[in-house]
């Protein structure tokens, strides 16, 4: 079947305005979805915030049926939290970590993920191993496999990594982790939206993931799964508790919600979560096996493409790759070109050594253009950006 792009543009009103290639910082709202935010402020606006959420309490359930959905889990493992960043801190800060234990990641972890490591390392005397890279530059799973040893209590590692197009193999990783009994973190924030993702073939313990992103929801959204086991049988304790989370019964006692949604705050962007429901119920729609096929195929052809220009190095790796598309440009200051390509309303990005430290600093890589496309991306999108290139 043929993809309706026609469609996919006509429904995003951003298309007229921008070639958007950003979609890993920011993707463009499709309209139902901008609709949704703007629609429920009004509303609030007009008639209350309390009074808002009552009348629609549906549509902030549906929130957790469209997660459970898109995830293949179960809704009473869903949270929904402001941000990936938060959404991975409540899961990783609950986890018991002490002196000696290990925390194994990958070299492409993401820059925050890797201040949280150490942070607890240097609060608790736990430590943080990273695993090598095999040649294909993601995490080597054999290598993985043999550093497993008891005293490795949490393997935790980006899916897709902020700064470049590779796929690490999550479910591989996650066999490794079953075989041990080692729990299993995967920030998936880059990989959810632009490709199907089942936790129970990756076997992952949490997840977290962003909604303003490849799933293009809104800003300010995002969510985390929490395997159901971890609740009902390890009464897992969050970092943070509200009123929400758990219920004063005395003066002396409080009892936990007995789902994923002892993770919430009480207070949250009512109007981008009901809006995240749209938004994946819209993916859900196109289907992410179609998405993803899509993605795959406008990132190969920029790929192909930017491999023509002269002074360019893409710099991509992993034996699958995604709609991330990165490169270097040798003889042009890369916040320069960005901002050269922005006044012709080409929007990209450039990620720079905060983000992706421990990958760029072996890999010899300071910064990185980060051209990020998205199913909805035109042929003539991506010639535009090479002939601006060019
Ligand atoms: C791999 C990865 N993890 C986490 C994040 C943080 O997401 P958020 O800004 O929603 O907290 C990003 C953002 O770029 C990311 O690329």
Not at 83 to 99: I, K, Q, V
Not at 244 to 272: I, K, P, Q
């Amino acid at each position: 079947m043929t993809f309706d792009l026609a469609r996919a543009r006509a429904e995003t009103r951003g298309c007229a305005e921008v070639t958007h290639l950003n979609h890993a910082g920011a993707s463009l709202m499709p309209a139902p979805v901008a609709d949704a935010v703007i629609d429920w402020l009004r509303e609030e606006e007009l008639t209350g915030g309390y009074e808002t959420a009552n009348r629609h309490r549906g549509r902030l359930e549906h929130f957790y049926d469209a997660t459970a959905k898109l995830l293949n889990c179960h809704r009473d493992e869903v949270a929904f939290v402001e941000n990936a960043t938060r959404a991975w801190d409540m899961a990783f800060y609950a986890l018991d970590l002490g002196p000696g234990d290990r925390i194994l990641t990958a070299e492409c972890e993401y820059g925050s993920n890797m201040i949280a490591y150490l942070h607890r390392a240097k609060r608790t005397g736990c430590r943080v191993d990273i695993v090598p890279s095999d040649k294909h530059g993601q995490i080597d799973v054999a290598a993985l496999d043999s550093m497993v040893d008891s005293h490795t209590k949490l393997i935790s590692i980006s899916h897709i990594p902020t700064g470049g197009g590779l796929v690490n193999p999550a479910e591989a990783v996650g066999a490794v982790a079953r075989k041990y009994g080692v729990p299993y973190l995967l920030d998936a924030c880059q990989s959810v939206g632009q490709m199907p993702i089942d936790v129970e073939a990756i076997g992952c313990d949490f997840l977290s993931a962003t909604g303003r992103k490849y799933l293009r929801g809104p800003r300010g959204t995002g969510f985390l799964y929490v395997r159901y086991r971890w609740i009902e049988e390890m009464d897992i304790d969050p970092p943070l508790l509200d009123q929400h989370a758990a219920t004063l019964v005395s003066e002396s006692e409080y009892a936990m919600r007995d789902d994923a949604r002892r993770f919430e705050n009480w207070e949250c962007y009512f109007a981008g979560k009901a809006a995240l429901g749209t938004a994946i119920d819209y993916a859900l729609a196109w289907g992410m096996p179609a998405i993803w096929k899509r993605v795959t195929a406008v990132a190969d052809d920029l790929r192909a493409k930017l491999a023509t220009v002269p002074g360019v190095t893409v710099t991509d790796q992993g034996l699958a790759k995604c709609g991330i598309v990165t490169f270097t440009k040798k003889g042009e200051d890369l916040p320069a070109l960005r901002q050269r390509l922005l006044e012709q309303k080409i929007n990209i990005s450039v990620s720079t050594g905060s983000g992706s430290r421990v990958g760029f600093d072996r890999r010899g890589l300071d910064a990185v253009v980060r051209a990020s496309v998205h199913y909805l991306t035109s042929e003539e999108e991506v010639d535009r950006l090479i002939a601006a290139i060019r």
